[in-house]
């Protein structure tokens, strides 16, 4: 079955310190994906997403994350973490139609 | 402005209590779905529809009904609700379902189950 892995549940930064969270998934065709953020107490919103072209996407908030195709990753990334950046991160990969999420990652941004 | 709207946004209810959690999009969208998300376990996709009179069960479909017989309206029913389901429930629609668009998503619903 596909699946999509985010290896770390819980990370704890300082304010300035550089993020990468993992992301791997098991399909191996045609896929998209996406990086959607959760602010505490909010719905979910894109942050970022892949369909074709330079594997390095950039999205909103200074985030950016790079698909590698040989590793099945799509980890996102942002040079210098705010306090703001406090929420939870889940990936989502697509082939044909179905939507497949990883169990996310709570981030903790301490001040 | 375009949105995914749900209610309540909080409900409280005993077992066996059927309820209807609403979710109207403004957006023309054919693909609509719900998930639940409970902690460490992400989201699940609880059912989809990929329109009008078109719907299919994800992966937790136990426990729940779905309708869709106007494109903007997909409500959840749970006809005899467990403290099982206890859950942020969420509602997401996109343009279709095959192509690059990505999903928007309601507030979210927050369940209790006693």
Known sequence: ?111 | EAQVTQNPRYLITVTGKKLTVTCSQNMNHEYMSWYRQDPGLGLRQIYYSMNVEVTDKGDVPEGYKVSRKEKRNFPLILESPSPNQTSLYFCASSLRARDNSPLHFGNGTRLTVT
Request: net charge positive; charged share 15%; with cysteine.
């Open chain 1, 1 to 111: 079955a596909q699946s999509v892995s985010q290896h770390n549940h819980h990370v704890i930064l300082s304010e300035a310190a550089s993020l990468e969270l993992g992301c791997n998934y098991s399909y191996g065709g045609t896929v998209n994906l996406f990086w959607y953020v959760q602010y505490p107490g909010q719905h979910l919103q894109l942050l970022l997403k892949y369909f074709s072209g330079d594997p390095l996407v950039k999205g909103i908030k200074g985030f950016e994350a790079e698909f590698i195709k040989s590793k099945f990753s799509f980890n996102l990334r942002k040079p210098s973490v705010q306090w703001s950046d406090t929420a939870e991160y889940f990936c989502a990969v697509r082939s044909n139609y179905q939507l497949i999420w990883g169990a996310g990652t709570k981030l903790i941004i301490k001040p």
